[in-house]
């Protein structure tokens, strides 16, 4: 054994072990490999955020179904361009870019056991970061760019609390079901032209007229509508 460096002359062969091994044979100052490592035993967390650290080749699982809990940073690292599908859970806040990776890696459930903290992305960021089965958020989120209707449905079904859109003067077009869901909850008014695809019902129009203060264009425009006097004026 030795403390001192270790270069490695070829860093591309393929090598399986047992998870302790594997983190074992990369500890310490060593050449960085290429090649792929397999796990021939489960591995913990903190073996796999190892194992990933040490190469940048593919990442082979005894069993990738093993659950895996801890803090988002290494929850990230562990999966990083891996292929994982287990219960997961991030014991502290996690940001955007976290979140994304997460659930780009893992098919599994995520669990977030903190759901409070403010997120700001981009629409397209922060529907990647709630996709799959992940716990309901309740914290506030931003949309720094125009987001598009089926992102905004995404959006708001993730979180039930505020979400501010950066920009609300683009326009937007979609069936009234997902225009509805689009604008629900607590959101930012909108200014841009909404076009609704589709026959609406009196409480769609309602919360599509809510939700915007630019125009409204409805292709479908010959179906009967039935309501209060105060729904149909609004």
Same mark, same amino acid.
Do not use: C, K
């Given at each position: 054994?030795?403390?001192?460096?270790?270069?490695?002359? +070829?860093?591309?062969?393929?090598?399986?072990?047992?998870?302790?091994?594997?983190?074992?044979?990369?500890? #310490? &100052?060593?050449?960085? !490999?290429? #090649?792929?490592?397999?796990?021939?035993?489960?591995?913990?967390?903190?073996?796999?955020?190892? *194992?990933?650290?040490?190469?940048?080749?593919?990442?082979?699982? %005894?069993?990738?179904?093993? &659950?895996?809990?801890?803090?988002?940073?290494?929850?990230?690292?562990?999966?990083? #361009?891996?292929? !994982?599908?287990?219960? +997961?859970?991030?014991?502290?806040? @996690?940001?955007?870019?976290?979140?994304?990776?997460?659930?780009?890696? %893992?098919?599994?459930?995520?669990?977030?056991?903190?759901? %409070?903290?403010?997120?700001?992305?981009?629409?397209?960021?922060?529907?990647?970061?709630?996709?799959? &089965? $992940?716990?309901? !958020?309740?914290?506030?989120?931003? *949309?720094?760019?125009?987001?598009? *209707? @089926?992102?905004? *449905?995404?959006? %708001?079904?993730?979180?039930?609390?505020? $979400?501010?859109?950066?920009?609300?003067?683009?326009?937007?077009?979609?069936?009234?079901?997902?225009? @509805?869901?689009?604008?629900?909850?607590?959101?930012? #008014? !909108? &200014?841009?032209?909404?076009?609704?695809?589709?026959?609406?019902?009196?409480?769609?129009?309602?919360?599509?007229?809510?939700?915007?203060?630019?125009?409204?264009?409805?292709?479908?425009?010959?179906?009967?509508?039935?309501?209060?006097?105060?729904?149909?004026?609004?």
């Amino acid at each position: 054994a030795t403390n001192a460096a270790i270069v490695l002359d +070829v860093v591309n062969g393929a090598l399986t072990g047992s998870a302790a091994d594997l983190v074992s044979a990369f500890a #310490g &100052t060593i050449t960085a !490999y290429t #090649g792929a490592l397999t796990f021939s035993d489960d591995h913990n967390l903190a073996q796999l955020v190892a *194992v990933n650290n040490a190469t940048s080749g593919a990442i082979g699982f %005894n069993d990738n179904t093993v &659950t895996l809990s801890g803090s988002s940073a290494d929850v990230t690292a562990a999966l990083d #361009g891996t292929t !994982y599908n287990a219960a +997961v859970t991030l014991t502290d806040q @996690a940001t955007v870019a976290q979140l994304v990776a997460v659930n780009a890696a %893992n098919g599994g459930a995520i669990t977030l056991n903190v759901t %409070n903290g403010a997120l700001s992305g981009t629409a397209a960021d922060l529907t990647a970061a709630f996709a799959g &089965t $992940i716990t309901g !958020y309740t914290g506030a989120l931003t *949309v720094t760019d125009q987001a598009n *209707v @089926a992102q905004l *449905v995404a959006i %708001n079904a993730a979180t039930n609390a505020a $979400i501010v859109l950066d920009v609300a003067s683009g326009a937007l077009s979609g069936t009234a079901a997902n225009l @509805a869901a689009a604008f629900a909850g607590t959101i930012t #008014g !909108y &200014t841009g032209a909404i076009t609704v695809t589709d026959q609406p019902t009196l409480a769609q129009l309602v919360a599509i007229n809510a939700a915007t203060s630019g125009a409204i264009t409805l292709d479908v425009v010959n179906g009967a509508l039935t309501g209060t006097a105060a729904n149909l004026a609004a």
